[in-house]
């Protein structure tokens, strides 16, 4: 199972807003749970969000995130989504989703891997 990532708008300004795609290209199930993950140039991979797929479909955010991003699912079509708002220079990165078995923040801890989205964001 793999992913597959875009974005509408890889470009913005300080404040703005992007919504990211990412769809699976396999089955999920109820025990998988989805990450988005970003990594800027010359720095480590890190957690951004995550939700279960569960039906409870609880989610996660790293603090640099929290109440600026949503993640959020369409269990039909396989898709997860990352709201990204009130965007700011160092949410620059290339981002990832891939699928987890549990809701950790360890990259490692994660498989199928996409190519990932570019988001840069200008001052």
């Known amino acids: 199972l793999r992913f597959s990532c875009s974005v509408g708008g890889g470009l913005v300004q300080a404040g703005g807003s992007l919504r990211l795609s990412c769809a699976a290209s396999g089955r999920l199930f109820s025990s998988h749970v989805i990450g988005w993950f970003r990594q800027a140039p010359g720095k480590e991979r890190e957690f951004a969000a995550a939700i279960r797929w569960s039906s409870n479909g609880f989610t996660y955010y790293a603090d640099s995130v929290k109440g600026r991003f949503t993640i959020s699912r369409d269990s039909a079509g396989n898709m997860v989504y990352l709201q990204m708002n009130s965007l700011k220079p160092e949410d620059s990165a290339i981002y990832y989703c891939?699928?987890?078995?549990?809701?950790?923040?360890?990259?490692?801890?994660?498989?199928?891997w996409g190519r990932g989205t570019l988001v840069t964001v200008s001052s």
């Open positions: 891939a699928l987890g078995n549990s809701a950790t923040t360890r990259p490692q801890e994660y498989r199928g």
